[in-house]
C-alpha cells in the first residue's frame, strides 16, 4: 500500500509531504498514523534540524475524512507530538486548509503559505464543533477573528490568516520567503533550539494537555448528533442541511 505520506530528509530537512489528493490530504486513520510515524522517526534522526509540512494537490488538509474519520484520541495525540517535537515544524502551504486541516497548521510552530491558499473553519456549517483544533489555534490567534470565523465558517485568504496570526508569512513565493526562515533553523544549535521551541510554544502544549480530554468527547458527542449526520449528508448530497435559512 502506498503510504499517504511521504519523506525525505535533506541538508538537515525532513519534508513530510500530505501525499492523498484524491481525499484532499483528509485526516483518515491512515494519514494520521502514516505522519505520526514520520514525525517520531524525524525526531530520532539526529541530522534533522527542522521539520517542513507540506502537501501535493490543491488542497493541504481538508478536515476530518468524513467518509472515514480517524479517532478524535489519534488526533489529539498527533497535535500533542508535533508540540512537543524537539525539533521546529514548518508548514509550507500552497492551497486550501479546511476544518481540521487548521489545527494541524495552527499546530505547527511556523507557518508560511502562498497567495492561493484559503482557510475556513466549516465545522458549524456541518453541525460539528472545532473542538480539538481550539487547544493549538485559541493561544494563537486574535481572539476577535477566532470568534468570526469559527462561529461563521466564512473563507478567508493568507493575508488575513497572516494578521489573526494562523500563517507566520505570506508570499508570493513561499519557497523564496521561507529561505532564511529554514536557514537560521539550520545554524541554531539543537539543544537550545529544542529548549526555545518548548519555550515559546507552552500555551499550546498546556492547551492540549490540560483540555484535550474534554475537548476529544466534545468532538466525538457532536460528530455523532443527528445534526452533524444531517450536516454531512448533505454536504455529500450537495445541497444545504435543513437547518439552513
Given at each position: 500500500?502506498v503510504s499517504?505520506?511521504?519523506?525525505?530528509?535533506?541538508?538537515g530537512?525532513a519534508?513530510?509531504?500530505?501525499?492523498?489528493?484524491?481525499?484532499?490530504?483528509?485526516l483518515s486513520?491512515?494519514?494520521?498514523?502514516a505522519?505520526r510515524?514520520?514525525?517520531?522517526s524525524a525526531?530520532q534522526?539526529?541530522?534533522?534540524?527542522?521539520?517542513?509540512?507540506?502537501?501535493?494537490?490543491?488542497?493541504?488538509?481538508?478536515?476530518?475524512?468524513?467518509?472515514?474519520?480517524?479517532?478524535?484520541?489519534?488526533?489529539?495525540a498527533l497535535?500533542?507530538?508535533?508540540?512537543a517535537?524537539?525539533?521546529p515544524?514548518v508548514?509550507?502551504?500552497?492551497?486550501?486548509?479546511?476544518?481540521?486541516?487548521l489545527?494541524?497548521?495552527g499546530?505547527?510552530?511556523?507557518?508560511?503559505?502562498?497567495p492561493?491558499?484559503?482557510?475556513?473553519?466549516?465545522?458549524?456549517h456541518l453541525?460539528?464543533v472545532?473542538?480539538v483544533?481550539?487547544?493549538?489555534?485559541?493561544?494563537?490567534?486574535?481572539?476577535?477573528?477566532?470568534?468570526?470565523?469559527?462561529?461563521?465558517?466564512?473563507p478567508?485568504?493568507?493575508?488575513e490568516?497572516?494578521?489573526i496570526?494562523?500563517?507566520?508569512?505570506?508570499?508570493?513565493?513561499?519557497?523564496?520567503a521561507?529561505?532564511?526562515?529554514l536557514?537560521?533553523?539550520?545554524k541554531a544549535?539543537?539543544e537550545?533550539?529544542?529548549?526555545?521551541k518548548?519555550l515559546v510554544n507552552?500555551?499550546?502544549?498546556?492547551?492540549?494537555?490540560?483540555?484535550?480530554?474534554?475537548l476529544?468527547?466534545?468532538?466525538?458527542?457532536?460528530?455523532?448528533?443527528?445534526?452533524?449526520?444531517?450536516?454531512?449528508?448533505?454536504?455529500?448530497e450537495?445541497r444545504?442541511?435543513?437547518?439552513?435559512?
Open positions: 500500500m499517504p505520506v511521504r519523506a525525505v530528509t535533506q541538508a530537512v519534508t513530510l509531504t500530505l501525499d492523498s489528493p484524491g481525499n484532499r490530504n483528509a486513520a491512515g494519514l494520521v498514523a505522519l510515524d514520520a514525525l517520531a525526531a534522526d539526529d541530522t534533522v534540524r527542522v521539520v517542513v509540512l507540506t502537501h501535493t494537490g490543491g488542497t493541504f488538509c481538508s478536515g476530518a475524512d468524513l467518509k472515514a474519520p480517524c479517532d478524535p484520541a489519534d488526533f489529539l497535535l500533542a507530538e508535533i508540540a517535537l524537539p525539533r515544524v508548514a509550507r502551504v500552497t492551497g486550501h486548509v479546511r476544518a481540521g486541516g489545527g494541524l497548521l499546530v505547527c510552530d511556523i507557518a508560511a503559505a502562498g492561493e491558499s484559503t482557510y475556513a473553519f466549516t465545522e458549524t453541525g460539528v472545532p473542538a483544533i481550539s487547544a493549538p489555534l485559541l493561544p494563537r490567534l486574535d481572539p476577535r477573528a477566532a470568534a468570526r470565523y469559527l462561529l461563521t465558517a466564512e478567508f485568504g493568507a493575508a490568516a497572516t494578521r496570526g494562523l500563517l507566520t508569512l505570506h508570499s508570493d513565493d513561499v519557497d523564496t521561507l529561505a532564511p526562515v536557514a537560521g533553523l539550520r544549535g539543537p537550545a533550539l529544542a529548549a526555545t518548548r507552552a500555551p499550546v502544549r498546556d492547551a492540549l494537555a490540560r483540555d484535550g480530554a474534554a476529544t468527547a466534545l468532538s466525538a458527542r457532536h460528530f455523532a448528533s443527528a445534526e452533524a449526520r444531517e450536516g454531512i449528508t448533505a454536504r455529500f450537495r444545504d442541511p435543513a437547518w439552513s435559512l
